[in-house]
C-alpha cells in the first residue's frame, strides 16, 4: 500500500531525508506519518501530519529535529531528520489513518520500511 524509501547510512549530526508514497490507494484525504522499531524495542510512533497538512503530531525525542510535510499532491509524506543521533537508528514504517487523532494509536494501512542507521 505505501512504499517508503530514502534510509541509508549517516554519522551522528547528518541530515536524511525519508519519502512515503502509496502503490495502489490514494491517501491524500488520510493523516500519514512515521513510526520506527530500533533493534530489541517496540514499534514506537515518529511523527504524524493531517490530512490538510496544518496539524503536525511528533514524539517528544525527535521534535525539534525531525519535520514531516506532506508532497504537493497531498498523496506522499517526507520526513526530514536532521542532527541524527545513534540512538535513532531503526526501522523506520510509513502509515496512514483516517484522522491525525488515530494515527498514533491505530494506523489502518502500513508500509514496507526502509533502515536508518546512525553510526558515531
Known amino acids: 500500500q505505501l512504499q517508503a524509501s530514502g534510509g541509508g547510512l549517516v554519522q551522528a549530526g547528518d541530515s536524511l531525508r525519508l519519502s512515503c508514497a502509496p502503490s495502489?490507494?490514494?491517501?491524500?484525504?488520510?493523516?500519514m506519518g512515521w513510526f520506527r522499531q530500533a533493534p530489541g524495542k517496540e514499534r514506537e510512533f515518529v511523527a504524524g501530519?493531517?490530512?490538510?497538512?496544518?496539524?503536525?503530531d511528533y514524539v517528544d525525542s525527535v521534535r525539534g529535529r525531525f519535520a514531516i510535510s506532506r508532497g504537493s499532491a497531498k498523496n506522499t509524506v517526507n520526513l526530514q531528520m536532521n542532527n541524527l543521533k545513534t540512538e535513532d537508528t531503526a526501522v523506520y514504517y510509513c502509515a496512514a489513518a483516517r484522522l491525525i487523532t488515530d494515527l498514533r494509536k491505530n494506523p489502518e494501512y502500513w508500509g514496507q520500511g526502509t533502515l536508518v542507521t546512525v553510526s558515531s
Open positions: 501530519i493531517s490530512a490538510t497538512g496544518r496539524t503536525t
Open positions: 495502489r490507494h490514494t491517501f491524500n484525504s488520510a493523516a
